[in-house]
């Protein structure tokens, strides 16, 4: 289901063509020796910082982190902690990004965790092939942390 969100209105907030630029050049960077597919993210903060990562492979496949993940743990170890947009681009290695990439599940959940569900994910192929989403698109019915009955101020 392809976001109706109007790409004009997305430009005037959000840099979307830097953050794929961004994301590309992290997905250079991807260790993934064991599946062959590379990816990249770039998150952008609230304050308009943005952080990249790529996805890192591990022979015991559960300790593999998402470009997703890293670009998030980047940000909020700096100190960043609300989350304005991510873009997000992967395929097979090699130059060509031949297919859309999305957030999987445990990214969208951790996305939700420093984003609320007006969140941007832009998942892409080139800086002029892309798809805009807002996270609760992605996420319907997300849990987040004000779902918490706690007394604690986020």
């Given at each position: 289901?392809?976001?109706?969100?109007?790409?004009?209105?997305?430009?005037?907030d959000?840099?979307?063509?830097?953050?794929?630029?961004?994301?590309?050049?992290?997905?250079?960077?991807?260790?993934?020796?064991?599946s062959?597919?590379?990816?990249?993210?770039?998150?952008?903060?609230?304050e308009?910082r943005?952080?990249?990562?790529?996805?890192?492979?591990?022979?015991?496949?559960?300790?593999?982190?998402?470009a997703e993940?890293?670009?998030?743990?980047?940000?909020?170890?700096?100190?960043?902690?609300?989350?304005?947009?991510?873009?997000?681009?992967?395929?097979?290695?090699?130059?060509?990004v031949?297919?859309?990439?999305?957030?999987?599940?445990?990214?969208?959940?951790?996305?939700?965790?420093?984003a609320?569900?007006?969140?941007?994910v832009?998942?892409?192929?080139?800086?002029?092939?892309?798809?805009?989403?807002?996270?609760?698109?992605?996420?319907?019915?997300?849990?987040?942390?004000?779902?918490?009955?706690?007394?604690?101020?986020?």
């Open positions: 289901m392809e976001s109706e969100i109007s790409r004009e209105n997305i430009l005037m959000i840099p979307v063509k830097e953050l794929i630029r961004s994301a590309l050049e992290a997905r250079k960077k991807a260790y993934a020796p064991y062959g597919y590379t990816v990249g993210a770039a998150v952008l903060t609230n308009l943005i952080y990249t990562g790529c996805n890192i492979e591990n022979a015991s496949y559960t300790p593999t982190i998402c993940r890293t670009a998030i743990a980047k940000a909020v170890s700096e100190g960043w902690r609300k989350l304005k947009a991510i873009a997000v681009v992967g395929s097979e290695k090699g130059d060509t031949g297919q859309y990439a999305f957030p999987c599940g445990v990214c969208r959940q951790v996305l939700r965790e420093f609320d569900e007006q969140f941007i832009i998942v892409a192929k080139s800086e002029s092939d892309y798809k805009i989403y807002r996270l609760i698109e992605l996420l319907p019915e997300s849990f987040g942390p004000e779902k918490l009955k706690s007394g604690r101020k986020l």
